[in-house]
């Protein structure tokens, strides 16, 4: 994980050898680490866990048909535009749809992913996690559940607080908490 990463530009290469040993020193001497970040003086602190509080496991989700079922297979072209079924944004911008012309990944992204050797990510959601792959190889697991969602939507608005993401926050805030009643896998493919 922490090669794509590096590849991708998400951390410096001088971190990624600190997060291979830290990461595993952490999980394995049990120590508890919070990683605190500035926060907007109207923002609300997300309060840590007691230390002294036993772990709480997540429970096992209630088995309740899901909300919603997504399969879905996203294909980028050479020049970042995202098609499905063979239809691509391009496509329906230029049926009217004009609010998707811009939709699509940068050409920068696109050679970053080349250079990282990412040609597939694909994203599962379960009622208890979401689980990723790059490239057909499984990444950690990633548990949740209602309250781990809600905290996790609070935390982006904190960190995204300026005017300009409204809309991704009220998304996010809506979106998040429904994560766990969504059965879905979808699967990006991009240019070789």
């Keep these: 994980?922490?090669?794509?990463?590096t590849k991708?530009?998400?951390?410096?290469?001088e971190f990624q050898m600190i997060l291979r040993f830290l990461v595993p020193f952490i999980q394995h001497t049990g120590l508890d680490?919070?990683?605190?970040?500035?926060?907007?003086?109207?923002?609300?602190?997300i309060p840590l866990r007691d230390i002294d509080a036993p772990i709480e496991s997540v429970a096992v989700a209630e088995d309740v048909a899901p909300m919603a079922v997504v399969k879905a297979r996203v294909t980028f072209d050479e020049m970042g535009a995202p098609s499905i079924l063979g239809l691509s944004t391009r496509d329906l911008a230029e049926a009217g749809?004009?609010?998707l012309r811009n939709v699509g990944l940068a050409p920068e992204t696109l050679q970053k992913m080349?250079?990282?050797g990412i040609?597939?990510?694909t994203i599962q959601t379960t009622p208890n996690g979401i689980i990723f792959w790059i490239n057909d190889e499984q990444l950690p697991y990633i548990v949740w559940n209602d309250e781990y969602l809600n905290r996790a939507a609070d935390l982006y608005a904190q960190l995204y607080f300026m005017p300009q993401y409204e809309l991704q926050r009220e998304l996010v805030k809506t979106i998040l908490p429904a994560l766990a009643r969504?059965?879905?896998?979808?699967?990006?493919?991009?240019?070789?």
């Design 114 to 116: 080349k250079e990282a």
């Design 8 to 13: 991708l530009g998400v951390i410096k290469p």
């Design 119 to 121: 040609s597939k990510v």
């Design 97 to 99: 749809l004009v609010g």
């Design 33 to 45: 680490v919070a990683l605190r970040f500035p926060m907007q003086p109207t923002a609300e602190e």
């Design 1 to 5: 994980m922490t090669d794509a990463m």
């Design 182 to 192: 969504i059965e879905g896998e979808v699967t990006f493919e991009f240019p070789h």
